[in-house]
């Protein structure tokens, strides 16, 4: 098996590395222990040491003390008679008395086990208190007391009978200091209640510390005091040779400290000192285990955070050499413990992925099954491995085994969605992922496969999508631009359909916020930037703004823009803005025809009712003026004067015509009209109607198409349009009338609501003269607006063209600059029928007549004025002043009644109702209305049937003989 020297490498410097590590930290730890042990150890010998003087000194200082009572005891003059008399014999009952009285009370001074008076060879002659001494003893205490001129120490030693140490004191009896022994005192102590507890007190409570006392004799070692820890040792001997190092110099009397092995062989941290004046060695001890139990303790702690250290630096390395192996697992496989427990692991993490993770050999067949290949799949794992793999639909078995051997050999497959299909039949999208599957030397074995179930996710993007897409075409639906500003970084991101409002293509716009502001309307850029602004404040729940905008052709759109801030920042800035932008051009466009409407509806129908009154007053005016005309000669000086008044009349009722025109309420008589042939029969009077100064021309289309106008409302139309260029022709100048065939497509339609796309007739009047302002232009066309002076102008002309192009369904449109003139651009829509004449009926050639007509009339001259022509016409008239002396009259009238003459509108029964009561009293009674307003407003306002006849005012006799002649018929003569 190939080797890999760069992990090998690796490996032996990380183990180094550790190695050094835990080794550095073990010396560390020793050092720390073995010089925190010995300050210990030295700390604990002193104490030891001045425990051992003290006892020892002790010792030394309770001996003396016993040799001084033996030594002051024997020397008692006051007693020396009586012991001299006992040791010759002759001691008396009293000497007896008084010496046991004696030694009674140095016993319990002095706390004497025994007191003995013996001779020089040791037999007590009178004695107090018990005895372990034997004669041996007694009689080689003597003989040493009586060889020494001082009290002579008896060491311990053990009673042949009990076996019990004890300890004594000899002295000689003599008579005289210095002189010869007469007999021996012997004085016993019992060492476990006067010496033993100098030794075995401790200064402080342990379970371990102990004071021993022994003494060296030859090849052996006595010891004094029973131990401790062994119950029964007094007077134990052992042999020095059992002894070693420092053990050997402690028995020896060598004073000294350090750790050596007690009697039980335990080690133990000592100190020992030579009883002065005795060959008796006393030692302190404790256990060394008491003496470092606090270090051992932090030795132990230090051991196991050691331990878990260098556990947990072995760990990180394993994990570190783990992770540089993972490229070479064939390695560990070497060690079957190492694989096993790779296997389990890798066995718990396959069985514990979310992902379906399986493995196929060569043959296609299933070799593992992880859980979530049985959740995903529906099959178990008993049910499927060692069976090939079935989750692939027939219709994908062909890509499946291709896909397969790719992986046998060698390739990798990284998410590729792809459909399985599960137990119950369903199929589902998946995310695989497929690698070979190597041995330990290299060679393919299968094939490993990871399968992500993405159906939740299809689900959830089926979802997503479909949201976005309703959102999409509410947007698109609701023609919104959309725009989402990240007020932070200054990006803005502006929707396909908010470029599509200004004219521009999807890449043609960068996603700043320049792309905005610089296309704001001046007039509009500030107070833009506050509504902003007051909703950044928070002082407005909403960005809510209509305003301007430039599109890529220049033009000026209206837009609507609403937004809101749905992301502020900690510190109460915006952070992300968004919103929509709507275009409302057209609503604006319609909104402002709205409201000219309504004003023009408004003074129309002012203009209505003062045209109405006036033409009242016209009809007398014009109706007399005819009347006195025809009964003056030419040559007569008032015919001049009465023709000036009847001309007044009729530049009157052109002005209230005017005032119809523009209200709406003059009754239009449209056919085929060719505006070639309008302007060429105007021309010569609109030239006496300029002056000289102004050079006048025409450019008439030959094929120029027809359209459906009132004549006399076209001339109007074109009259008004050439005065009004006159007028701004103050220093003369040039007028050019045009006309044309023009075709208005969709696109161009679009953007001139509410024009409609066709083809259409344009008239063109255009001068060079001062040219007018945009805020002028935008009022040129509302009644009564006039730049001229006071006096000097009606203000009705444009208006009058504009309310009669509007009639007619056609558009005006006006261009001007200061300084550089005007046109005005007449869009009539094109008729296509050739054009008819003229044709107007014949006047008859005689009005007169005998029937009876009856007028109702509220106007009292116009009533007067009626009733003189009609009789003067052979008529026989009854007169009213309203619907109900009407009913009255004709009521008492016996005679034929043939024409009711009445106005439409009058107080108490207009016009209608009475016709309707006559006609049911009267049948074959004929009907003439006549009314200052027009007939199409008359039948509008459903006072007179559409149909029946009618007269405006004002009218002429002639008018009026012509009508009544036209309705009743030929006159009687004529049938």
Known sequence: MPSNPHGASGSIRLSLILGGLILGIGATGYYYYATSRAEIRREVAGDLTSIAKEKATLISTWRGERIADASAAAAAAVLMPAVLNLLDGRATTADRASITTWMDALRGTYGYTHLAVADLTGHPLLQVGQTEASRTQFAAAANEAASSQAPVFRDFDASEKLQAPHVGVSAALRPVPGGEARGILLLEVDPETRLIPLIQIWPTSSPTAEAVLLRHEGTEVVLLTELRHQPGSKMLRTQVERFTGRNVRAVAGVPGTGEIFDYRGVPVVAAWRVVPGTNWIVGSKVDAAEVFAPLNNQARLLGLMLAALVLAVATTGIVIWRNQQAAHYEQQLESAKALRSATELLHAIVDSAPTAIMTLDPERVVTSWNRAAERVFGWSAEEIVGRQVPIVPAESEAAFRAQFQR???????????????????????????????????????????????????????????????????????????????????????????????????????????????????????????????????????????????????????????????????????????????????????LEERLRQAQKMESVGRLAGGVAHDFNNHLTVIEGYSELLLAQLPPDSPYFTQVSEIRNAGQRAGMLTRQLLSFSRQQSPETRPLNLNEVIKDLEKMLRRLIRSDIELSTVLAPDVQTVRADPTQMQQVLMNLVVNARDALKDGGKLIIESSNVHLTDAYSAGQQPVKPGPYVLLTVSDTGCGMDEATVRQIFEPFFTTKGSGEGTGLGLCTVYSIVQQLGGWIWVYSEPGKGSTFKVYLPADGRPEQPDERAERPADALGTETILIAEDHDQVRAFSESVLRGLGYEVLTARDGEEALRVAAEHTGPLHLLLTDVAMPRMNGRDLARNLAAKKPGLKVLYISGYTANVIAQQDVVDEGLEFLPKPFTPDQLGEKVRSILGPPPEAK
């Open 407 to 589: 992986v046998i050999d060698g390739e990798t497959m990284e998410r590729r969605e792809v459909r399985r299909r599960r137990k119950d039949g369903t199929e589902i999208p998946l995310e695989l992922t497929a690698a070979p599957l190597r041995s330990a030397d290299g060679s393919t074995r299968g094939a490993v496969a990871l399968l992500l179930d993405l159906s939740a996710q299809k689900q959830a993007e089926g979802s997503l999508q479909e949201i976005e897409d309703r959102w999409q075409f509410a947007v698109e639906g609701a023609e919104e631009g959309v725009w989402d500003w990240n007020v932070a970084s200054g990006q803005v991101y502006y929707s396909r359909r908010w470029k599509e409002i200004l004219g521009y293509l999807d890449d043609e716009i960068s996603d700043s916020l320049e792309e905005w502001l610089s296309r704001i309307h001046p007039d509009d850029a500030e107070r833009n930037l506050e509504a902003v602004q007051r909703h950044f404040r928070k002082e407005a729940p909403a960005y809510l703004f209509e305003y301007r905008a430039r599109r890529k052709d220049g033009r000026y759109v209206w837009l609507v823009g609403r937004g809101k801030v749905i992301a502020w920042g900690e510190d109460g800035h915006p952070r992300r803005f968004v919103g929509t932008m709507v275009e409302v051009t057209q609503r604006k466009e």
